[in-house]
């Protein structure tokens, strides 16, 4: 009888534990915690309120600089609002899409090529503002048309309204001079 009762009990352990659903462990995030209020030392001037944005906007400037490259101003433009502001180092514009395209066209006839190496972009939204801004981090090189490379590093800020590009602000930072040998 000993025999059977351990042959008993050793198949109903494992059909139990075969039974059994394993629980996935519970994982917990920061979001779970109550959080404390932050005072900021500072007060933006902007919403700090933001969402993941449709990335369909991001295509668009992503497409406009493509045009740019391409040196196609105006195919460039082609997203851009009836009127625009446009900052840049040294630069600001507020005016027609036309003036800005003329402006833009001139300065690109000086550049032979131009290629974009992006590190990364975002498409953030902002709710309470229906605003949605595109950022872009890249690097520009362009050699001009007497055979001068040149390169800076971008940060700009796109704001898309109503389907259209309504303000462009590129921010650079120019490369340090490389070091002079010394003789």
Same mark, same amino acid.
């Given at each position: 009888?000993?025999?059977?009762?351990?042959?008993?009990?050793?198949?109903?352990?494992?059909?139990?534990?075969?039974?059994?659903?394993?629980?996935?462990?519970?994982?917990?995030?920061?979001?779970?915690?109550?959080?404390?209020?932050?005072? =900021?030392?500072?007060?933006?001037? =902007? *919403?700090?309120?933001?969402?993941?944005?449709?990335?369909?906007?991001?295509?668009?400037?992503?497409?406009?600089?493509?045009?740019?490259?391409?040196? +196609?101003?105006?195919?460039?433009?082609?997203?851009?609002?009836?009127?625009?502001?446009?900052?840049?180092?040294?630069?600001?514009?507020?005016? *027609?899409? +036309?003036?800005?395209?003329?402006?833009?066209?001139?300065?690109?006839?000086?550049?032979?090529?131009? *290629?974009?190496?992006?590190?990364?972009?975002?498409?953030? =939204?902002?709710?309470?503002?229906?605003?949605?801004?595109?950022?872009?981090?890249?690097?520009?090189?362009?050699?001009?048309?007497?055979?001068?490379?040149? *390169?800076?590093?971008?940060?700009?800020?796109?704001?898309?309204?109503?389907?259209?590009?309504?303000?462009? +602000?590129?921010?650079?930072?120019?490369?340090?001079?490389?070091?002079?040998?010394?003789?």
């Amino acid at each position: 009888m000993k025999p059977f009762f351990l042959v008993a009990a050793f198949c109903t352990v494992v059909f139990v534990g075969c039974q059994s659903e394993s629980k996935p462990a519970v994982v917990k995030s920061d979001t779970a915690v109550a959080k404390e209020p932050i005072i =900021y030392p500072f007060t933006p001037k =902007y *919403s700090l309120n933001w969402q993941p944005g449709d990335e369909k906007n991001a295509l668009m400037v992503l497409n406009c600089l493509k045009h740019y490259v391409d040196g +196609d101003v105006k195919g460039a433009l082609t997203n851009f609002a009836d009127t625009v502001v446009f900052y840049s180092d040294g630069f600001h514009f507020q005016g *027609s899409k +036309d003036s800005l395209e003329t402006i833009i066209s001139a300065e690109r006839k000086e550049q032979a090529s131009v *290629s974009k190496n992006f590190d990364t972009w975002a498409t953030l =939204y902002y709710p309470d503002k229906d605003d949605t801004w595109v950022t872009l981090w890249y690097t520009e090189t362009w050699t001009d048309k007497k055979g001068k490379t040149d *390169s800076l590093n971008y940060v700009d800020d796109v704001l898309i309204k109503n389907g259209k590009i309504r303000e462009y +602000d590129e921010k650079v930072r120019h490369f340090p001079p490389p070091p002079v040998a010394k003789k």
